[in-house]
């Protein structure tokens, strides 16, 4: 069940995506990639909240490959392929930066001990 992009920025088109678990990237109405999208929410000590986006393969018969972005911080993104080497901790690989506080190393994984 692909999910429209025209209302991304929408928060209850984010709310359908992630209940549906499948997001559709088209161009004029054709879909190019189906893939999963799982949002982790992530805090900084300052009290900003973001989410670290993970996108994977759904397609069969293609190659694996997964992608992580940040959202509501600024930094790096990572994709990996069933080649690539995956690094222990994504979210400081990505080196994210908190556009209030504007420090580094302050965010972290909001449900995690």
């Given at each position: 069940?692909?999910?429209?992009?025209s209302g991304a920025g929408n928060?209850?088109?984010?709310?359908a995506m992630i209940a549906s678990g499948l997001f559709a990237a088209s161009s004029e109405g054709?879909?190019?990639?189906?893939s999963t999208v799982l949002w982790e929410k992530l805090v900084?000590?300052?009290?900003?909240t973001g989410y670290l986006k993970l996108r994977e393969d759904a397609q069969p018969l293609?190659?694996?490959?997964?992608s992580y972005s940040l959202e509501g911080f600024e930094g790096?993104?990572?994709t990996i392929t069933s080649s690539g080497n995956i690094p222990g901790d994504k979210l400081a690989y990505l080196h994210p930066l908190c556009p209030q506080c504007s420090q580094?190393?302050?965010v972290k994984?909001?449900?995690r001990a």
């Open positions: 069940m692909p999910v429209s992009l928060p209850n088109t984010k709310c054709r879909p190019k990639v189906l900084c000590e300052c009290g900003r293609s190659g694996t490959w997964e790096g993104s990572l580094w190393g302050k994984y909001a449900n």
